[in-house]
């Protein structure tokens, strides 16, 4: 979804649309970008306290009590708890159904609103958890924080994207992604520090924190400008939609852009129902990949990590102080790989950066897998040597995962969508995210339980899978504007059939 810098007039030439990086687009985005802020402190935290003794006394005596004094336990299924894993994923579901409404809000009212939203959400949830005095009430607390990032995630990628010039597109949207691992890196940090806490109450402030950058993306949303495209699409104030797009781009001269925009959302304007108008056969590649891509990105197995980091490295016999430094470590390699991918993603383009990362993430897999199975039995610790070797290689794996699935996850489906079904699109998107994030969530520690190490090996099947899907049926979209972004699949060898000029209005 962006609005660009390189534009494609016809399907041969390609025209240039003027502009450069602007400070007023830099601030618009940093500030829109904390929506990726609080879903990566989220999922920080939520592993982090679950690791914590105190907090699982408190809430879950049944793991506590079993991770102590339960000898003949084995291992792989000391924190195996449906009422603990609900505590982690009931956010997802939240998240789920808040995706749908947070989408006629970004199309109705437009994108700032609905960031406005998701931000007052996760303000209250975090107010909520950090109060909590029974499970029920931090369970609560979490829907709320699903509903914040529900509405952040659904308006925040499409935002940055429509925001970008074609350029930079890629650079631009995947700074969601880096907002999210400074989010994870923050968490964690915080765990570690109020682990320490005497009293047992630092997974209070682990909690209530989260209220911190709720609140700067809450205030910040109301000095947020509007999206050019959403300005058209919802008022068709062109000389508005103009304004803005002179003032984003830092030109005077945006007639080529703006008449593109004009005719997206002239198109934009007959359909009725997006929902109905995305399952036609001429959006086929669209939603095959708004499906596929976030299922993929959730059975890369990149959750695992980042939700039970800590209580993976304690299952392999680290402490409690050192499982959390470890998610520390993990999460400053992955935010540096999603640097190093905005530096490269409109150079190198998104399918070389999905097939490197996917080979690396395979690769680290499978020795994780193999050194926990030689190593670690059901009983008794793992050697020191063997526990550094997998948390070296789980950061190998998500360095892998963090300049490929990671942040290209968002990026490719809030890129590809005409504007007609761009919010519908990105709120199925969100929504597959979300309800794989909650069955992968849901189910982890019990997996762990019954297939042990070969839980790596599962994720590392489906590694395969989706590198050879990317590899066969994802064409290139960097530097393509987004509203010419059909040409991508018209000219691609498999999805040409079913976007070709015969296929305009058929159905499935």
Same mark, same amino acid.
């Given at each position: 979804m962006a609005v660009g810098l390189a534009i494609t007039g016809g399907e041969g030439g390609q025209q240039h649309y003027n502009g450069r990086i602007t400070l007023f687009l830099v601030l618009s985005c940093m500030m829109a970008a904390m929506g990726g802020v609080i879903f990566g402190y989220d999922i920080g935290i939520s592993?982090?306290?679950?690791?914590?003794?105190?907090?699982?006394?408190?809430?879950?005596?049944?793991?506590?009590?079993?991770?102590?004094?339960?000898?003949?336990?084995?291992?792989?299924?000391? &924190?195996? #708890?449906? =009422?603990?894993? *609900?505590? +982690?994923s009931s956010l997802y579901v939240a998240g789920l &159904?808040? #995706?749908? =409404?947070?989408? *006629?809000? +970004?199309?109705?009212?437009?994108?700032?609103?609905?960031?406005?939203?998701?931000?007052?959400?996760?303000?209250?949830?975090?107010?909520?958890?950090?109060?909590?005095?029974?499970?029920?009430m931090l369970i609560f607390g979490r829907v709320l924080l699903g509903v914040?990032?529900?509405?952040?995630?659904?308006?925040?990628p499409l935002y940055l994207s429509e925001m970008a010039p074609p350029k930079y597109r890629g650079a631009i949207n995947n700074g969601f992604q880096f907002s999210v691992g400074i989010g994870a890196i923050s968490a964690s940090l915080i765990n570690f520090g109020t682990e320490k806490i005497k009293g047992g109450w630092g997974w209070r402030i682990s909690i209530a924190m989260a209220a911190v950058p709720a609140s700067i993306l809450t205030l910040g949303a109301f000095f947020l400008p509007e999206t050019p495209n959403s300005i058209i699409q919802r008022s068709?104030?062109?000389?508005?939609?103009?304004?803005?797009?002179?003032?984003?781009?830092?030109?005077?001269?945006?007639?080529?852009?703006?008449?593109?925009?004009?005719?997206?959302s002239s198109i934009s304007k007959t359909i009725e129902n997006p929902f109905k108008k995305i399952v036609q056969r001429r959006y086929r590649p669209q939603l095959v990949m708004a499906i596929a891509i976030p299922f993929f990105q959730q059975v890369t197995g990149i959750n695992v990590i980042a939700f039970y980091a800590p209580i993976l490295f304690r299952t392999i016999g680290l402490g409690e102080s050192a499982s959390?430094?470890?998610?520390?470590?993990?999460?400053?390699?992955?935010?540096?790989?999603t640097f190093i991918s905005m530096l490269i993603v409109d150079k190198l383009g998104r399918r070389v950066l999905f097939t490197t990362g996917g080979i690396q993430m395979f690769i680290s897999q499978v020795m994780v897998g193999g050194i926990m199975a030689a190593k670690l039995g059901d009983h008794g610790g793992?050697?020191?040597?063997?526990?550094?070797?997998?948390?070296?290689?789980?950061?190998?794996?998500?360095?892998?995962?963090?300049?490929?699935?990671?942040?290209?996850?968002?990026?490719?489906?809030?890129?590809?969508?005409?504007?007609?079904?761009?919010?519908?699109?990105?709120?199925?998107?969100?929504?597959?995210?979300?309800l794989f994030t909650f069955i992968v969530a849901q189910t982890f520690l019990a997996m762990l339980?019954?297939?042990?190490?070969?839980?790596?090996?599962?994720?590392?099947?489906?590694?395969?899978?989706?590198?050879?899907?990317?590899?066969?049926?994802?064409?290139?979209?960097?530097n393509v504007p987004i509203e010419q972004m059909d040409r991508v699949w018209r000219e691609h060898w498999f999805w040409k059939r079913y976007v070709g000029e015969g296929s305009e209005d058929e159905n499935a």
């Open positions: 592993g982090g306290v679950t690791s914590m003794e105190s907090f699982l006394n408190k809430f879950f005596p049944e793991v506590f009590i079993r991770m102590k004094e339960d000898t003949k336990i084995s291992n792989y299924c000391k &924190f195996d #708890s449906q =009422l603990l894993t *609900s505590f +982690t &159904f808040a #995706s749908f =409404l947070a989408s *006629s809000v +970004t199309t109705t009212f437009g994108r700032m609103p609905s960031i406005l939203a998701g931000g007052a959400a996760f303000l209250a949830g975090a107010a909520l958890g950090g109060a909590a005095f029974n499970v029920y914040g990032v529900g509405f952040a995630n659904q308006s925040v068709n104030d062109h000389h508005k939609a103009k304004k803005m797009l002179q003032r984003v781009r830092g030109t005077d001269d945006v007639q080529a852009e703006l008449d593109d925009l004009i005719k997206a959390l430094l470890s998610a520390v470590m993990t999460g400053i390699v992955g935010t540096g790989s793992i050697g020191k040597g063997s526990a550094y070797s997998i948390l070296v290689l789980i950061c190998v794996y998500v360095a892998g995962f963090a300049w490929s699935w990671g942040p290209l996850g968002w990026l490719v489906p809030s890129e590809i969508f005409p504007l007609e079904i761009r919010s519908a699109g990105q709120s199925i998107t969100v929504a597959v995210n979300f339980c019954h297939f042990k190490a070969g839980i790596f090996f599962f994720f590392g099947g489906w590694v395969v899978v989706m590198t050879v899907f990317v590899y066969l049926l994802l064409p290139e979209t960097k």
